[in-house]
C-alpha cells in the first residue's frame, strides 16, 4: 500500500507492505509554495532534501516522477489524507495515467477510531486528527513498562494488565500552518489552535509589504542572530521569535488548564519542528511523519 499526506505546500509518500509498519521507509516528497499574491517578488530558491522535488502545483511532470517512483502493481492501493484538492486533482491524475483506476481511499474522519471533541468534526483537518491519533498510540507505546512493543502494531491506547496509563499529550505540527492541538487522558481530540507556519509567515511578508523580500525557509536557523543588522536578519528573528512564541505560549495555556500541569507531554512533527523542539519545556519529543504513521494504523487495523 502507498500512504499519501497531502498538506498546503507539499505532498509525502511512501509505501508498506502488509508486514511493514510506518519506520524507516525512503519518504518522497513533493514541495511547492501556498498559493498567496506576492507583488512581483521572485519565489526564493529552497534548499531539497533527498527524495524531494520542489515544483509547482500544477506540475504534471511532478506528480508523474512521485507516482513512477513506486514499483507498484496497478492493484495497489493508495491511502490518502488531503488538505489541499487541487494537488488530489493532479495526484489521481498521475495516478490514472500510470493505470491505478478505482485503488485509492481519501481518508475523512470517521474512519478514525478515536472520539472528536470539536463542534464540526467533518471540517477539523484530517492531518490534525492523523497526527493526534497517531502521536497518542505512540505515547501509550513508550509507557509500555519494558518499552516499545517490538514489531508489534502500535495500540490505540492502554493494553489491559499492562502499560502504565497514558496522560494528556499535546500535539505540534510545524507545517504550512502551525496546528497545537489537545488529546486527553482517555484519548479524546479536543481541539486546538491554528497560526501561520514559517514558509507562509515569510511568504506573507513579502506579500503584505512594498520592499520586503520573500526568503527561503531555510534563512531561519533556531537560535537567528539578534539584534538583525540588516533585513534578512531582522526577518529571520522575527519570524522565528513568533513562531517560537506562540506554540510556546500555548504549550504553557494548555498545562496551566491541565491536571497534569507542567507534566503534560508535547510531541512535535513537521517539516519546522526541528525549530521549534529546543525551545518548547520538556517532556517534549520529536516524532518524524505523524500523518503516515497515523495513516500507516489504519492500514494496519484495516478500518478502511
Given at each position: 500500500m502507498i500512504l499519501v499526506d497531502i498538506g498546503n505546500s507539499g505532498l509525502r509518500a511512501t509505501q508498506v507492505t502488509?508486514?511493514?509498519?510506518?519506520?524507516?521507509?525512503?519518504?518522497?516528497?513533493?514541495?511547492?509554495?501556498?498559493?498567496?499574491?506576492?507583488?512581483?517578488n521572485p519565489t526564493p530558491e529552497q534548499e531539497s532534501a533527498p527524495n524531494q522535488l520542489w515544483c509547482e502545483l500544477r506540475d504534471h511532470r511532478a506528480f508523474d516522477w512521485l507516482v513512477s517512483q513506486f514499483n507498484a502493481s496497478p492493484n495497489e492501493s493508495w491511502l490518502i489524507s488531503c488538505?489541499?484538492?487541487t494537488a488530489l486533482e493532479e495526484l489521481n491524475r498521475s495516478l490514472v495515467k500510470h493505470g491505478?483506476?478505482?485503488?485509492?481511499?481519501?481518508?475523512?474522519?470517521?474512519?478514525?477510531?478515536?472520539k472528536l471533541d470539536v463542534d464540526e468534526p467533518a471540517k477539523t483537518g484530517i492531518d490534525r486528527l492523523l497526527a493526534a491519533w497517531a502521536a497518542y498510540a505512540y505515547t501509550s507505546e513508550q509507557n509500555q513498562p519494558?518499552?516499545?512493543?517490538?514489531?508489534?502494531?502500535?495500540?490505540?491506547?492502554?493494553?489491559?494488565?499492562g502499560p502504565i496509563p497514558n496522560?494528556?499529550?499535546?500535539?505540534?505540527?510545524?507545517?504550512?500552518?502551525v496546528t497545537v492541538d489537545?488529546?486527553?487522558?482517555?484519548?479524546?481530540f479536543c481541539g486546538g489552535a491554528i497560526m501561520p507556519g514559517l514558509g507562509l509567515s515569510l511568504q506573507l511578508l513579502a506579500a503584505g509589504t512594498d520592499q520586503l523580500p520573500w526568503l527561503g525557509n531555510h534563512f531561519v536557523n533556531i537560535l537567528p542572530e539578534l539584534p538583525g543588522k540588516n533585513t534578512v536578519q531582522a526577518i529571520s528573528a522575527g519570524v522565528n521569535a513568533a513562531l517560537v512564541g506562540g506554540a510556546s505560549h500555548l504549550v504553557q495555556r494548555y498545562r496551566n488548564q491541565s491536571p497534569n500541569g507542567p507534566n503534560v507531554k508535547v510531541v512535535?512533527?513537521?517539516?519546522?519542528?526541528?525549530?521549534?523542539?529546543?525551545?518548547?519545556?520538556?517532556?517534549?519529543?520529536?516524532?518524524?511523519?505523524?500523518?503516515?504513521?497515523?495513516?500507516?494504523?489504519?492500514?494496519s487495523r484495516e478500518t478502511c
Open positions: 502488509d508486514q511493514e509498519l510506518f519506520t524507516d521507509q525512503i519518504v518522497y516528497r513533493l514541495s511547492w509554495s501556498a498559493a498567496l499574491a506576492t507583488h512581483r488538505v489541499q484538492r491505478f483506476r478505482d485503488m485509492t481511499k481519501v481518508v475523512v474522519h470517521s474512519d478514525l477510531s478515536m519494558n518499552g516499545p512493543i517490538p514489531n508489534g502494531p502500535i495500540p490505540n491506547g492502554p493494553i489491559p494488565n496522560g494528556p499529550i499535546i500535539v505540534i505540527q510545524a507545517g504550512t500552518a489537545f488529546v486527553d487522558s482517555e484519548g479524546v512535535v512533527t513537521g517539516g519546522d519542528g526541528s525549530l521549534l523542539l529546543p525551545h518548547i519545556v520538556k517532556p517534549a519529543e520529536f516524532v518524524e511523519h505523524l500523518v503516515l504513521r497515523g495513516l500507516c494504523m489504519l492500514r
